[in-house]
């Protein structure tokens, strides 16, 4: 069965680079979250996305942006990079609208700056 | 506000049972998730529970009680394979995201 795909799978930057990072729902999932998930640490919520709109806004810092396409797909755009931006970033699909809302995460992009 | 408490370590003999606590804090709560995540690698889904009781499914097991703000992740017939972190995660009335304990690190050994 297909999953979420993310990519880059690895990315290093230097400080105050930009970074891009894509997901890629499972099919005809319609929300997508983001989460960051630095060292030892548990998965921090970013944003989400249902039906291309933001539907929840967690502790995403004022220099990160996403947005959510017509095909669902999502960006996630990180500028002026802190080296405590490095970390893992995940990102999830579900179906909104079904029961449990089950998120089903993918890879994660390991983003580390220099 | 909101909290999520889980043991941070535990350590359990191959093929023995072992009991992950998650007590929990929030606003409006729908029901409660396990996720297992092997180090580098993404969360993958355990268990749902909504409804008070124990569900179980193959070797893994789930409780919730909600009265209590208590869940605990049963795991039997423990494999080396098992070794991972198990996260406990609340489902927030009118919240579209997850809110994450910080997870209890179990290490099986022979």
């Known amino acids: 069965a297909a999953g979420v795909i993310q990519s880059p799978r690895h990315l290093i930057k230097e400080k105050r680079e930009t970074a891009t990072l894509k997901c890629y729902p499972i099919?005809?999932?319609?929300?997508v979250y983001w989460y960051q998930q630095g060292p030892g640490q548990d998965p921090q919520f970013l944003i989400s996305?249902?039906?291309?709109?933001?539907?929840d806004k967690g502790s995403i810092p004022d220099r990160f942006s996403a947005q959510q396409f017509s095909d669902y797909h999502s960006e996630l755009n990180m500028s002026s990079l802190e080296l405590g931006d490095s970390a893992l970033y995940f990102c999830?699909?579900?179906?909104?609208?079904?029961?449990?809302?089950?998120?089903?995460f993918g890879p994660g992009t390991r983003l580390t700056v220099t | 506000g909101q909290n999520i408490d889980q043991p941070t370590e535990m350590t359990a003999t191959e093929g023995a049972i072992v009991q992950i606590n998650c007590t929990y804090q929030?606003?409006?709560?729908?029901?409660l998730f396990w996720y297992q995540q092997h180090a580098g690698e993404a969360p993958t889904f355990l268990s749902y529970?909504?409804?008070?009781g124990l569900e179980e499914k193959g070797r893994f097991s789930s409780f919730l009680s909600r009265s209590k703000g208590y869940s605990y992740l049963l795991l039997k017939e423990l494999q080396m394979k098992d070794s991972a972190s198990y996260l406990c995660a609340a489902d927030q009335t009118g919240a579209n995201n997850l809110f994450f304990g910080t997870g209890t690190r179990l290490t099986v050994i022979p």
């Open positions: 929030t606003s409006g709560f729908n029901g």
């Open positions: 529970n909504v409804l008070d």
């Open positions: 999830a699909s579900s179906l909104a609208g079904g029961g449990a809302r089950e998120q089903y």
């Open positions: 099919p005809r999932h319609d929300t």
């Open positions: 996305f249902y039906e291309k709109m933001q539907s």
